[in-house]
């Protein structure tokens, strides 16, 4: 199912609009058997052994709930390296035709890389019939591949949100920004307070970053036209992101220190850094990054472009895939739909995973608490579950890693010339690089 030009993609295509259209599931039932799978089934009395390729934190916990519920159906971990690395080994076995496992962790935007090179199985016929509903239409559309196939089950999310330092914002009489205008009158007034101080940072280094923020202006950069892809990285919605941050750098009222550095680790530390665009995973982060500064922050939804807004992108997120190669299918697809949508399987998730659940119904329970980070904060996981809901649908395609790569070198030259217009033509440089990749890969783009 490569998705280039040749009478095969063509058909593909025809059958299925890539991640143009939201779609639910097939036969069966939450929790109960299942049919359709083109793969081998449990026979009667007989046993299953499932393998499981992941990178997340607590997943031998939660195989080790199944496995005891689930004596004919045995699922056995293989912890693996997350991000590009785990997506190679996968396409390694799958082109040699053997080593593949039943299951696969997959990151969003590596889905569609993979369904290009027949990796991942359709397992639309397998699931519950309201799974559908367990999850935000934006996180949904991540794993459907058309008007009636499935690619995986959503497993946790990365909905974006606004983390600041409330004594910062107190001492200096800041006002939490709920436009993104506000969020560049807010930097100006505490950088003009204290020049030692920023708002944010724009970081070169963090593309899903900055793809989340042009999720959340109404970008998708990716679509399925007929049997050709179409790139549309360079569209007005992210032109705005770009020139937005690129005012902001070269008026200098915010940084432009990579995340995740020594430097920026101590600025979270010190307070220099007040404020920091992010994910729902961020308190992690910072508990791990600035213990000191425990109970000084706070979460708040992302500021919105037009104001009564309420729209957010996502930066992370992963679901569960059943790969082409498995021969139990149906008992793949059972065991990853009782992991996500199941209130067992989300508990165990948010509590010993530390992951936030993309099932919507179950986080309520899950995430009754705030993070320990945040105790003063007791409505955060409400506050987020509101925000999860706004997440806006974006479309990715199969050379995610060459449209990234660009960023990470084309950002980076915006940023140490500290130029708008730098930043606005970053945008076409990731276009052209995207699409000549594309097309040399043997894919059909239009133009």
Not at 361 to 370: D, I, K, N, R
Request: include cysteine; aromatic fraction near 10%.
């Amino acid at each position: 199912m490569r998705l280039h030009s040749g009478i095969r993609i063509g058909a593909v295509l025809a059958a299925s609009a890539l991640l143009v259209t939201a779609c639910s599931g097939g036969g069966g039932s939450a929790g109960g058997s299942t049919a359709g799978s083109t793969g081998g089934s449990t026979a009667a009395g007989g046993k299953v052994d499932l393998t499981f390729w992941t990178w997340a934190p607590g997943m031998d916990a939660i195989v080790a709930k199944w496995n005891a519920e689930n004596p004919n159906i045995q699922v056995t971990v293989n912890k693996q390296d997350g991000g590009d690395p785990a997506v190679t080994k996968l396409l390694t076995a799958i082109k040699a035709g053997s080593g593949a496992p039943d299951v696969m962790q997959t990151e969003y935007q590596k889905i569609p890389t993979l369904v290009s090179s027949d990796a991942l199985a359709d397992i639309s016929g397998d699931l519950p019939k309201d799974l559908k509903s367990h999850y935000s239409d934006g996180t949904w559309q991540a794993v459907t591949l058309g008007g009636d196939q499935v690619y995986g089950v959503p497993q946790d999310s990365g909905p974006m949100e606004f983390y600041y330092r409330t004594d910062i914002f107190q001492q200096y009489g800041l006002t939490v920004p709920k436009t993104w205008d506000e969020y560049a009158q807010v930097a100006a007034k505490l950088h003009a307070a204290d020049p030692t101080k920023y708002l944010g940072t724009f970081s070169a280094t963090d593309a899903g970053w900055f793809t989340g923020l042009a999720q959340q202006a109404g970008a998708s950069w990716w679509g399925v036209d007929g049997t050709a892809w179409s790139v549309n990285i360079d569209s007005a919605a992210t032109q705005k992101v770009a020139k937005y941050w690129g005012d902001l750098v070269e008026q200098g009222v915010i940084d432009n220190k990579p995340m995740y550095t020594p430097e920026w680790n101590a600025a979270l530390n010190d307070g220099t850094q007040a404020g920091w665009v992010s994910a729902i995973w961020a308190p992690g982060v910072l508990q791990g990054n600035a213990a000191d500064t425990k109970g000084k922050w706070a979460m708040a939804p992302l500021p919105q472009w037009n104001a009564g807004d309420n729209a957010t992108g996502n930066w992370g997120g992963s679901a569960s895939s059943v790969t082409s190669q498995s021969k139990h299918k149906a008992e793949a697809a059972k065991f990853i739909a009782w992991m996500n949508s199941s209130q067992e399987g989300v508990d165990i998730l948010a509590k010993q995973g530390g992951l936030y659940p993309a099932d919507l119904p179950g986080q309520s329970e899950a995430l009754s608490a705030p993070p320990a980070f945040f105790p003063q904060q007791t409505d955060f996981y409400k506050t987020a579950a509101d925000i999860a809901k706004s997440v806006k649908p974006f479309t990715y395609g199969p050379n995610v890693n060459v449209a990234f790569s660009s960023y990470n070198d084309a950002f980076g030259k915006a940023t140490q010339a500290k130029s708008s217009a730098a930043f606005v033509a970053a945008v076409k440089t990731m276009q052209d690089a995207t699409v000549a990749d594309l097309k040399n890969g043997g894919f059909t783009v239009k133009q």
